[in-house]
C-alpha cells in the first residue's frame, strides 16, 4: 500500500527553541514529557478552503489535514545517538536555529553548518562504510540493487566532502528509489526556520540573504507566537491586527513543512463530516480513493468531481456546479488536484 503517511522531524541545537516551535505548532507540551525522549504530536494546516466547506456544511465532524512532527530530548552522554535512533525514518526535517540570542547573522549561520555539518558527516560515513563492504565482495555476491548503488555512491561522498548535503547532488527520483535503504539525512526535504527576537523581525531575510541556501528559510518568534498560541482564535485576529499581522508564523510554517514533504489535500463533504485528505502531489483517483479505504481503491469505479474554486464561484451549490458542466466523472487515469472535492463511486 503507498505510504500516505509522513512525519517530519525537528531539529535543532539546544536552546535554539525547536521544543518551544514544537509545541506551538502541535499543542503537545514537549517539556511535560521530558522524561521521554522521543514527544509525537499533529500540526493542523490551516487552509481557508477547509474552514469555508465547514463553515457551509456546518458538520458533526470536521478532520482537516494535519501534518505529524516529531521532537527528540537528545540530553546525556550520547545525544547524536537518540537523535539518529529516532528521526532518521522521517521524511523531512524542520531545523530549526538561533536568532534571538546571538549577536549577529555570521553566528547564526555558524550555528545553522555545525549541526548541518554533523548531518553531512553521519552520511559520508555510511557510505564509506558501503563501499568499504562492496569493495570486499566479489562480483557475484553483488546484488543489482547493490551494483546500482555503487555506482551513485562515489559521486555522492564527493558531494559529502565539499560539505554539500545529498540534495544538492541533483539526483532524479529513481536515485532516490535505490538508496532508500541507506536513510540518508541529508538527502531528505529541508525547512530552516530562523527563531528570531521579537524587537528583529527582519533578521531571518538577512540571513537567508548571507546563507545562500537552497533550501526555503523562514523566520519565526516563538515568543509572540507561543503567547498568541495560547489565545483563542476570536483574540489571536484582535492580536494579529494590532501587530499588523495576516496570520501567525507557525501556519506557514505548517504549510511549509506540508508542500516540502510534496503532500496535498482533497476533500469529502457533508452534514456528518467534512475532512481533507492527504496524499502525495501526482496521485491517481483510485489511489486517492484508497486513502480513504481500501475498499474504495479495490472496487473504483469514477470519481465524482467539483474543484473548490468552481464550487465557491457557482455560489457553493453542488446543482449550480453540476448544470455549468463542472462537475466531473473522472476515471482510473485521472490525476487529482489539490482542492478537488471528490465523491468515489465503488463497487466491493
Known amino acids: ?39 509525537r504530536g499533529q500540526a493542523s494546516v490551516p487552509d481557508e478552503r477547509f474552514d469555508k466547506l465547514v463553515e457551509i456544511y456546518k458538520p458533526v465532524k470536521i ?22 535512533q529516532n528521526l532518521s525514518g522521517t521524511d523531512g526535517i524542520l531545523h530549526v536555529v538561533d536568532g534571538f540570542s546571538l549577536p549577529d547573522v555570521p553566528l547564526s549561520i555558524e550555528a545553522y553548518r555545525k549541526l548541518e555539518d554533523e548531518l553531512i558527516l553521519a552520511d559520508l560515513l555510511v557510505i564509506e562504510k558501503k563501499l568499504e563492504r562492496l569493495a570486499k565482495m566479489s562480483k ?89 498560541a495560547g489565545l483563542d482564535p476570536a483574540e489571536q485576529k484582535e492580536f494579529l491586527a494590532t501587530m499588523d499581522i495576516a496570520e501567525p508564523a507557525f501556519g506557514r510554517i505548517i504549510r511549509g513543512a506540508f508542500s516540502l514533504l510534496g503532500r496535498m489535500s482533497f476533500f ?29 481503491e479495490r472496487g473504483f469505479i469514477k470519481a465524482e468531481v467539483m474543484h473548490y474554486d468552481d464550487f465557491v464561484a457557482h455560489n457553493c451549490s453542488t446543482a449550480q456546479v453540476k448544470s455549468s458542466g463542472k462537475l466531473r466523472l473522472e476515471g482510473k487515469e485521472y490525476i487529482v488536484q489539490d482542492g478537488d472535492i471528490i465523491t468515489f463511486r465503488f463497487n466491493v
Open 140 to 228: 557475484k555476491a553483488i546484488s543489482p540493487q547493490e551494483t546500482a548503488q555503487n555506482d551513485l555512491l562515489p559521486g555522492l561522498k564527493e558531494c559529502l566532502e565539499a560539505g554539500k548535503p545529498l540534495r544538492a547532488a541533483k539526483l532524479t527520483s529513481a536515485d532516490v528509489f535505490t538508496l532508500r535503504s541507506f536513510s540518508f539525512w541529508t538527502i531528505k526535504p529541508e525547512l530552516v526556520v530562523v527563531n528570531v527576537a521579537e524587537d528583529n523581525p527582519t533578521f531571518a531575510d538577512q540571513f537567508a540573504a548571507e546563507a545562500k541556501l537552497t533550501e526555503p528559510v523562514m523566520g519565526i518568534c516563538c515568543k509572540i507566537e507561543a503567547e498568541l
Open 268 to 296: 469529502t463533504v457533508g452534514e456528518d463530516e467534512v475532512k481533507a485528505w492527504v496524499i502525495p502531489v501526482q496521485t491517481k483517483a483510485p489511489k486517492a480513493a484508497g486513502a480513504i479505504h481500501n475498499d474504495f
Open 1 to 39: 500500500k503507498e505510504r500516505f503517511f509522513m512525519e517530519m522531524g525537528i531539529l535543532g541545537l539546544s536552546q535554539s527553541g525547536k521544543s518551544t516551535l514544537f509545541e506551538i505548532m502541535t499543542g503537545v507540551k514537549s517539556t511535560a514529557h521530558h522524561n521521554e525522549t522521543v514527544v
Open 63 to 84: 478532520s482537516p489535514a494535519k501534518v505529524p512532527f516529531v521532537d527528540v530530548h537528545a540530553v546525556g552522554d550520547h545525544p547524536w545517538e537518540a537523535i539518529r
